[in-house]
């Protein structure tokens, strides 16, 4: 017997902001390039191509003292019935004893954790100055992404959206904008930044110091004879095999730096190069840059790309901030189990 | 947002018992072997060898209509912090949409699947009217296995008991004796059997009918020579890469079943037969011996074994008939998540 912490989705939801998880996401990655992190194999059951599967993620980080795990299924059968796409739940253990510490709703925490990655790649890895941001893909990671990246990078003057499955209109663009504020308001932030919908793909790719990807694609939304030297890629789109959003050439253009080098290979945005031998290796994961023992970008002319996968590290990073935080504000109920 | 059902051990405890666990056991085996259950890869991570070690292990029952996980770990180190030695954690999901169903504590579970996977191997691969059982290991496992035996094989006169590190006293016994029968007058059943020690290990195997192995042995503990044409073997312990109970000889005269055949052929009681090619596949799956398309042992000569490694869909089944029995007693919590 012993007494864990459950955080339901309206919880999480009164506690985590865009600070907690950019944080919590540094310290995974970095953890993880200091040998104090593990990722464990990722257990993945397909109910039906594309409608209905769910993978098993999990991991431990030394210093946050937990391991854990996070099961995660996508459903589109779901919103006929009233229910979310996702859900995303996680358990975290005591990395002492193998005690269960907390229960999660994880769907916020997922989105969240995801833009924050996408953001700090893009700080740490694209131009100083950055003025123009290029969204693809308009659903909740796109938001989350965007707000992450303004957030942390406050030279963006521009946001650009594109959906290449179908042209938005002005109603969705300001949905869209209003979204992004209310995460930058959560977090003290201000939006300043002009929103715009994207004419022409090709010009605004060129025109673009950071692209971000966020989309289920399995083909390239972007060409690589439309990218220009000096633009950096946050890819967050991957992490299943069969997946792409940019053409795998530009990984010939690029220093490229994978969440983790090994998952990257197999199922990440870099799985098309790594077939067809456009690329062998990685330059190295984001939290060697974060930790200082990479350069990552050396010139204002370096193409840039982030591959991510999406680890459980970050989810159970920002889960542990997220139970001290709900222990500290009183927030969420023990239960014995 | 969703309500779960969370199950605590002393909720569990109030209602499980040695006939829903054998039902549910049987139950899921059946599937397995209709392909109506699916076993996914098994996470493993040691943070110290033999010391602290966790898996999880997951999969799914097309007709419980549910899939799920269990975490769980091994501390050598928690005694001594009054903590116990196994932590098991299950979480159920709904295999129409991808909610959680229920959180629920395993560790009884966890006995009482294994237990009743123990007795029905012996009940359905043993010869008709066995009397003599043979029990090595004298823990948690070996108590529900010779309960649950006990309970679906009323023929049963003796029960022998063996501890192969250290020589078992009266007062452990009568201790061992007296879990047995707690377990048993739970289920409605009568405890009637002899309980004796071991004195002479190779003379009892050789006059067993029934032998249930149930330790974390890394060396055979019977040998070949000593086994007697028409015994039959429900080989509990094994389980992870490097374990051992029972001669690898033996396999070469025995019909051979699995709980699972992959897993046995890498990490069951089997690994080292295979290993030394004495074995290259088994006779079936206890499931279709359950089912009735394999027909078991032919003869009261045939020597049997029962391989497992233990499977999640053991832990499902149990905890989808421990959820249904729970709403209608009204045991356990429901919380949002």
Redesign the interface.
């Known amino acids: 017997?012993s007494k864990i912490k459950?955080l339901?989705?309206?919880d999480v939801k009164k506690i985590i902001n865009l600070d907690i998880a950019i944080k919590a996401v540094e310290r995974a990655y970095k953890q993880k390039s200091n040998n104090k992190g593990?990722v464990?194999?990722i257990?993945f059951?397909e109910?039906e191509h594309n409608v209905?599967d769910?993978d098993?993620r999990?991991g431990?980080l030394v210093d946050s003292n937990a391991?854990g795990?996070k099961?995660i299924?996508?459903?589109e059968?779901?919103p006929s019935?009233n229910?979310p796409v996702v859900?995303a739940?996680a358990?975290v253990?005591n990395?002492?004893?193998?005690?269960?510490l907390a229960?999660l709703?994880a769907l916020s925490i997922t989105s969240y954790r995801t833009g924050a990655a996408a953001a700090l790649a893009a700080k740490y890895l694209a131009k100083k100055n950055s003025k123009n941001l290029l969204i693809i893909g308009s659903g909740n990671i796109a938001k989350y992404s965007v707000a992450a990246t303004l957030h942390l990078i406050p030279t963006i003057e521009n946001v650009y959206i594109y959906n290449a499955r179908r042209k938005l209109d002005e109603k969705e663009l300001l949905a869209f904008k209003e979204a992004v504020n209310q995460l930058l308001i959560a977090s003290n932030s201000n939006l300043t930044a002009n929103f715009m919908l994207v004419d022409d793909i090709r010009k605004i790719t060129g025109s673009s110091d950071i692209i971000i990807t966020a989309t289920p694609s399995d083909k390239a939304i972007i060409d690589s004879s439309w990218v220009l030297p000096g633009t950096h890629f946050s890819c967050m789109g991957a992490g299943l095999v069969g997946k792409q959003e940019i053409d795998e050439k530009l990984f010939s253009r690029a220093k490229v730096f994978a969440d983790d080098k090994k998952l990257c290979l197999e199922q990440g945005e870099a799985q098309t190069a790594y077939k067809k031998k456009i690329i062998s290796s990685f330059d190295g994961e984001l939290g060697d840059v974060l930790l200082g023992t990479n350069a990552g970008r050396s010139s204002d002319n370096d193409i840039t790309i982030f591959d991510s996968v999406g680890l459980f590290l970050q989810d159970l990073a920002t889960s542990i901030e997220l139970i001290e935080e709900a222990n500290r504000k009183k927030i969420g109920?023990e239960?014995?189990?």
Chains 1, 2 share one sequence.
């Open positions: 017997m459950v339901s989705n309206e593990s464990w194999p257990v059951y109910y209905f769910l098993i999990s431990n391991y795990l099961m299924s996508y459903n059968n779901n019935k229910l859900n739940t358990l253990f990395d002492k004893t193998g005690e269960p229960l709703n109920v239960i014995e189990l």
